[in-house]
């Protein structure tokens, strides 16, 4: 393996073997091929971007929305995905999820139930995730990381439910685009605020005051809303809908 990966130059002593076991594990997600390292997965990753780019030049206006794939269909929040996903999607929006269940499912049957744009961009794993029937357009993908880029590139509006660790690292990469000016500022909305306020306070006491590791203009990169009247009125306020590039 070592070899493979280095040639006839010396690989580096600490570390290695942690080295290609991540080489390993994302060339080799499903552990079929032992130690040799399957290029081909390279074009498949290949694929997965050039489906992925392909889908969205479809889509202009468009808005991201992400969270937990646990929420139940009585959850209230589960309902205020659906429903500000159809207000959306009636002013024009193309809604993107991960096409899961939970708050990806609510928002896609808010997008489709109005004869909207529903699009899910689904991931392959051994349990929870399933693509959910209200899409009109989906893709599957292997890799989260492809998948991940495809959801940030996506719209021009995203917005955050509450969610477990994937929504949180979907979250805190929008953040770090923006942030260190890789994309430009987009509008970002943390809904449900008994939710968010309390990290919203660790970033400010503890990331904020106590270790000075953010400034306090990262603090206003987003806002929190707890009412869908409140998201469609600041999303509608920050984007110009007549005025969409088509890419």
Excluded at 117 to 143: A, M, R, W
Excluded at 210 to 222: P, T
Aim: proline fraction near 4%.
């Amino acid at each position: 393996m070592v070899q493979k990966l280095f040639g006839n130059k010396k690989a580096p002593e600490k570390g290695v073997q942690n080295y290609c076991r991540i080489v390993t594990d994302l060339l080799d997600p499903d552990g079929k091929s032992g130690d040799a390292v399957q290029s081909w997965r390279i074009f498949r990753i290949m694929s997965e971007f050039v489906q992925g780019f392909e889908v969205l030049r479809k889509h202009g206006l468009a808005a991201t929305v992400y969270g937990s794939a646990r929420t139940r269909p009585g959850d209230p929040y589960y309902k205020k995905a659906e429903e500000l996903s159809a207000r959306l999607a009636k002013k024009g929006f193309s809604i993107i999820t991960g096409g899961g269940p939970g708050i990806m499912e609510a928002a896609n049957v808010g997008g489709f139930k109005v004869g909207g744009k529903s699009v899910g961009f689904n991931i392959q794993l051994p349990y929870e995730q399933k693509l959910n029937p209200y899409t009109t357009e989906s893709l599957n993908f292997d890799f989260f990381f492809s998948r991940r880029v495809m959801l940030a590139f996506a719209s021009e509006v995203y917005i955050y439910f509450p969610g477990g660790f994937g929504t949180f690292d979907e979250f805190f990469e929008m953040l770090t685009l923006i942030q260190t000016k890789k994309i430009e500022p987009v509008p970002i909305v943390l809904f449900g605020s008994g939710f968010w306020n309390p990290f919203v306070e660790l970033f400010k006491t503890q990331l904020l005051e106590e270790y000075g590791v953010i400034s306090a203009e990262d603090l206003n990169l987003f806002v929190i809303v707890d009412t869908v009247e409140e998201a469609e009125s600041y999303i509608l306020s920050k984007i110009d809908c007549n005025h969409i590039m088509q890419f």
